[in-house]
């Protein structure tokens, strides 16, 4: 299995280094990945992908792994892209898709990237891994851990979702509940790496995460018949599957791939109860500064500073695009009405990215026939916690004269 990387480049400065190494960040700054792409060009053709498993591994020449028995897969990627009229016709819009990413190993985005990472992480050899973690990302790096027998150790909010907890118990690693945030947990992570021997798998802390979630934009070049969207909206906590899109469209573009130069424009979602990315970009500035008080229902936005700050602002101005921030409590409402109109298991942070999509389409940044993707990152039921119904209880012997027109009941009987 050939690899096509060329070297790895320091994203803050652009210095050369070392690929076939064990690599962690540069100046303290995450890492590309980089390729020979005049080499891929001529080892495969994109209609070859067609034939290939529907993984993520089908656009193994776009990936750093070298041996195929080092990938560590659970069968990820390869989610569907869905059209979702009725929830777009309610926001003003003709042409609105919804990629599903809940339908990943461990129901969430993660899987890609953490796929990727425990793969490298295989090749070179670690046995130990640990995480910080507001849920998802945890419950999968456990479970691809547990596939590649490495013992794993993950570090989440004391508040974090409990389905997200005892997923990660599940698949047996070591995990802590932290009185703090996400922020608070790389802390901890930090301070064991070397009196603990564990290998840091903290988001862009090493350079395949990026990766793995860049074949998010691969799938959906491919999906769209080698065109891409107009507008990408997508929920921003650390920020990797943003980076790591945008990573992808300027690959295959200078691979030639693309039927068009055009490039969507990128939207990062935040919610006001923690919004750097939204702050810096407004203000025009390159790097964020630290969100105080983060809290959010979406724990995947609770992500006061991240360390790819600088690239994912970058991504956004590069593609003309934009970051907004939406109304904390209403990101339930959201939720509701995106699984009711699309039959999608919608998570806390798509629902805001619904809310985005709203804004942006009254205010006229969105076109009513642009053609709009929102990423679903996470299933609807790994958070149950948000939930707080009272159902109407039926009697077993009642006798209730059903009709089309019967009122939804009230009350128990």
Known sequence: MPSFVSHLEGAIDGAILEPRTVQTLHENRPIWVRYDLDAVRDAVRKEDFASRAPTMWRYREL?????????????????????????????????????DESQLPTGSFK???????????????????????????????????????????????????????????????????????????????????????????????????????KTMGL???????????????????????LIGMWKAFNELRELGWLNSEKM??????????????????????????????????????RVPAAIGDFMILDAIRESGGTAIAVEEERIPGWMRKGASLTGISICPETAACIGAVESLTASGWIQEDERIVIFNCGALQKNVDLFDEHLPVIRADAEIEWSSDTPILEESL
């Open 63 to 99: 990936l750093p792994i070298e041996d195929e028995s080092d990938i560590v897969t659970l069968g990820e990627g390869m989610t569907p892209l869905l059209d979702s009229p009725r929830l777009g016709a309610s926001l003003g819009l003709n042409d609105l898709w919804i990629k």
């Open 219 to 241: 799938e959906i070049a491919e999906q769209f018949d080698w065109n891409l969207p107009d507008v990408i909206i997508y929920p921003t906590g650390g920020g990797t599957g």
């Open 111 to 213: 899987a890609r990237g953490l796929c990727a990472a425990v793969s490298m992480a295989t090749a070179f050899g670690q046995k130990r891994v640990a995480i910080p973690t507001a849920g998802n990302a945890g419950g999968a790096l456990a479970a691809y851990a547990a596939r590649a027998g490495m013992e794993s150790f993950v570090f989440m909010p004391k508040d974090t979702p409990t389905v997200n907890q005892f997923e990660a118990v599940s698949f047996g690693a070591k995990v802590y509940l932290v009185d703090g945030v996400i922020t608070d947990c790389g802390k901890i992570v930090a301070q064991g790496k070397e009196s603990a021997g564990w290998f840091d798998m903290s988001t862009l802390k090493e350079p395949y995460r990026i990766e793995g979630k």
């Open 264 to 301: 969507p424009r990128m939207v990062s979602v935040q919610s006001t109860g923690c919004c750097p990315v939204v702050i810096a970009f407004e203000a025009g500035e390159r790097f964020c500064t630290f969100f105080e008080n983060a809290s959010t229902v979406a724990k995947g936005l």
